[in-house]
C-alpha cells in the first residue's frame, strides 16, 4: 500500500487567483491546471522526463503533466546535447522533452467554459518520486537525488512562508525570477513555492538587467526578485532604476554584503539569502545585510558528527553530509568554504575531476587536468583553467570539450603544456599546480 | 574569407576581448560573422552575455532585453550585435 495521498497545495488557492504572469496575460490556477491536463494528455509513455523547455511557463506546465502522468522528471546538472544524450541513455524509457508551448488549441476544453477554469489541481501521492536532481558527484559519475512530492511540497510551503506569502491573501505577491526552474534553487523560490500561497509567477524571460528592470514595473507590489549574485551585480552596476521591492532573495554563490547593502538601497526591500544542495534543497537562510549567521530552516536537524556536518529531515530519504565547512554558533551557524573537489562557476557547481575526466577522453590528449584558478587563490574570476599535454591546438581541445560540458564549465585558458608536475605517486600536489598556474599567468602577461 | 571589420565592429571585439580577458584573442582577428555562443565560434556562455550587455550600457548607453528581436539573433554574431547596439544608439 503507497504512502498516503497528498492532496496539491494548490487547492487551497481559488481557480480564479493569478497563478503566471506572460506576456501580459495573467494566467489563473484553474487555466494553468487545464494547461496541465491538456500537456500531461500529449506526452509519450516513459517513466522518465528530461524538460527542456527553455519557455518558464512552458516548463512548469511540462514539469507537472509530467507528474500528472505518473512519471519523473530528470533534471540534469548541465544542458549540453550530449550530456543530455547521456542522460537519455541511462535512462530506460526515457525520453526527451524539447519543448511545449502553450496554445489556445491545447486549452481550447478548458477554455471552452465561460467561468473560471474549474480544472481540479491532479492528487499526487506523497511518495511519488516527481524528479531526480543530477549533480557533478565528486568520483566524475553525476550523484543522483530523488525529491518525492512530499519533500518537494513541504520545502514550497517553508519557503512560501519566509516570504511572508502564505499570511494577506489580498495582496499576492509577485516574483520575478532570473534564476532558471530547471535547478533545484529556481525550481523551488521560483515555481513550487506558488503552490499554496498567493504568489504570482512572472514567465517572461528575463536576463539582462534591462528584462528585470522591466519585469518589475510590469509586476504589481508587493514585488519579490528571486536572483543570484551575478545577475545582482550585473543590475546594480546598470545603475537602471528599480520600482520598490519587498523582497530579494539569493543564492547559488556567496553573496557580497557590500552588494547586498546597494541592493537593499536600490530597492528599498529586504535581501534574504538562501544557503542550500541539491541533495537536501534549500536548507538556512540568513539576511545578510543585518547579521552573518545562518539559521536552518524548521524542518531540519543538523548534528556534527566527526568533521562532517550531518543534516536530517522527515521528507529527506537519508542523511546528507554537507560539503561546506559549517561553525556552529548556538542554533545559528557561520559559513565556510567547500571541502572538496566541487567548486561553482556562475553559481552552478562543478566537479574538477569530472571535467577532468573528459578533458582526458579526448583523442590526442596525453595528460590534462583541469583547474580553479580562484579556489587555488588566484584571481577572482571562477572560470576553470586547463593544463594539457597534447600535439592538437589548445583550440581544437576546447571546440570538442565545449560538445560534453557546458558553456561555461569549459575551461578558459586551455594551456598546452610539455608535461604535468605529477609527484612520484602520479598525483598533482596543490602547491605544484598553484606554481603551474602562477608561471602561465606571468608568461602571458610578458 | 573572413570579411573585414568595420570600425565599429573592431570597437566592439576590443571590448569584448577587453572585459572577458580572452587572453590569446586578437580583437582584429574575430571573424565579425563567426558564431560566437556555446560551442562554435569564441565559445562564449551567458554569463559573458551578461558582462557583455553591462559594458555596452555602460559605453554605448544601450541596454539590452531578451525580448529584443529574439535577443539570440541580437547576440549571434559580432556583425549582429554590433549592428544591433549602432542602430539603437542612433538618435531618433
Known amino acids: 500500500m503507497p504512502g498516503s495521498v497528498l492532496l496539491t497545495p494548490l487547492t487551497r488557492r481559488s481557480p480564479a487567483a493569478p497563478f503566471a504572469r506572460r506576456a501580459g496575460e495573467t494566467i489563473s490556477v484553474g487555466r494553468f491546471c487545464a494547461d496541465v491536463e491538456a500537456c500531461a494528455e500529449r506526452l509519450p509513455a516513459g517513466r522518465h522526463a528530461i524538460n527542456v523547455c527553455e519557455d518558464r511557463y ?66 499526487i501521492a506523497a511518495d511519488h518520486v516527481a524528479a531526480i536532481a543530477f549533480t557533478s558527484g565528486s568520483t566524475g559519475t553525476p550523484e543522483l537525488h530523488a525529491k518525492t512530492w512530499l519533500a518537494l ?8 512562508g519566509r516570504l511572508g506569502a502564505d499570511v494577506d491573501v489580498n495582496a499576492p505577491r509577485n516574483v520575478v525570477a532570473t534564476a532558471p526552474p530547471w535547478h533545484m534553487y529556481g525550481l523551488e523560490w521560483s515555481m513550487l513555492i506558488a503552490l499554496g500561497a498567493e504568489l504570482t509567477i512572472c514567465c517572461d524571460p528575463v536576463f539582462y538587467p534591462e528584462d528585470i528592470r522591466q519585469a518589475l514595473e510590469g ?45 537593499e538601497t536600490a530597492s528599498n526591500g529586504r535581501v534574504l539569502e538562501i544557503y542550500g544542495c541539491s541533495e537536501a534543497g534549500t536548507l538556512a537562510y540568513r539576511y545578510p545585510t543585518r547579521a552573518e549567521n545562518w539559521r536552518f530552516f524548521d524542518a531540519f536537524s543538523a548534528a556534527r558528527i566527526g568533521d562532517d556536518v550531518v543534516v536530517t529531515a522527515d521528507f529527506l530519504p537519508a542523511a546528507v553530509t554537507l560539503a561546506d565547512v559549517l561553525e556552529f554558533v548556538g542554533e545559528e551557524f557561520v559559513l ?15 566537479s574538477l ?39 592538437r591546438s589548445a583550440e581544437e581541445i576546447r571546440r570538442e570539450l565545449a560538445r560534453r560540458v557546458d558553456a561555461s564549465f569549459v575551461p578558459r585558458p586551455i594551456v598546452v603544456i610539455d608535461a604535468l608536475p605529477r609527484a612520484e605517486n602520479g598525483k598533482l600536489p596543490r602547491e605544484a599546480l598553484t606554481a603551474l598556474a602562477v608561471d602561465v599567468a606571468r608568461s602571458s602577461r610578458d | 574569407m573572413a570579411s573585414t571589420l568595420t570600425p565599429d565592429e573592431l570597437k566592439m571585439a576590443e571590448l569584448i576581448v577587453d572585459i572577458l580577458n580572452l587572453e590569446d584573442v586578437q580583437a582584429a582577428e574575430i571573424d565579425p560573422e ?30 539590452l532585453a531578451a525580448e529584443d528581436e529574439d535577443s539570440r539573433a541580437v547576440f549571434a554574431t559580432l556583425r549582429s550585435l554590433t549592428s544591433h547596439v549602432t542602430s539603437e544608439t542612433r538618435p531618433a
Open chain 1, 58 to 123: 512552458a516548463f512548469m506546465v511540462t514539469f507537472f503533466a509530467v507528474i500528472r502522468r505518473g512519471a519523473t522528471n530528470l533534471l540534469p546538472a548541465q544542458r549540453a546535447p550530449d550530456a543530455i544524450a547521456d542522460l537519455v541513455r541511462d535512462h530506460r524509457d526515457s525520453y526527451v522533452r524539447e519543448s511545449y508551448v502553450v496554445t489556445d488549441e491545447d486549452a481550447a476544453g478548458a477554455r471552452a467554459r465561460t467561468s473560471p477554469c474549474s480544472a481540479s489541481p491532479p492528487e
Open chain 1, 153 to 160: 511540497a513541504t520545502a514550497a510551503s517553508m519557503h512560501a
Open chain 1, 219 to 263: 509586476a504589481p507590489a508587493p514585488r519579490v526578485l528571486v536572483s543570484m549574485p551575478v545577475h545582482l551585480r550585473a543590475l546594480m552596476r546598470s545603475g537602471l532604476a528599480m520600482p520598490r521591492l519587498e523582497t530579494v532573495v539569493s543564492a547559488t554563490a556567496p553573496l557580497d554584503t557590500a552588494l547586498a547593502r546597494a541592493v
Open chain 1, 336 to 350: 565556510h568554504g567547500r571541502r572538496d573537489d566541487r567548486v561553482k562557476v556562475g553559481g552552478r557547481l562543478v
Open chain 1, 353 to 391: 575531476s569530472e571535467v577532468t575526466e573528459r578533458l582526458l577522453a579526448l583523442d590526442g590528449v596525453d595528460d590534462g587536468v583541469v583547474v580553479s584558478p580562484a579556489a587555488l587563490g588566484l584571481g577572482e574570476s571562477d572560470r576553470l583553467a586547463a593544463f594539457v599535454v597534447t600535439t
Open chain 2, 34 to 63: 563567426a558564431v560566437m555562443f556555446e560551442d562554435e565560434g569564441l565559445g562564449l556562455d551567458s554569463i559573458d552575455a551578461l558582462e557583455i550587455a553591462v559594458a555596452i550600457a555602460e559605453q554605448y548607453g544601450v541596454h
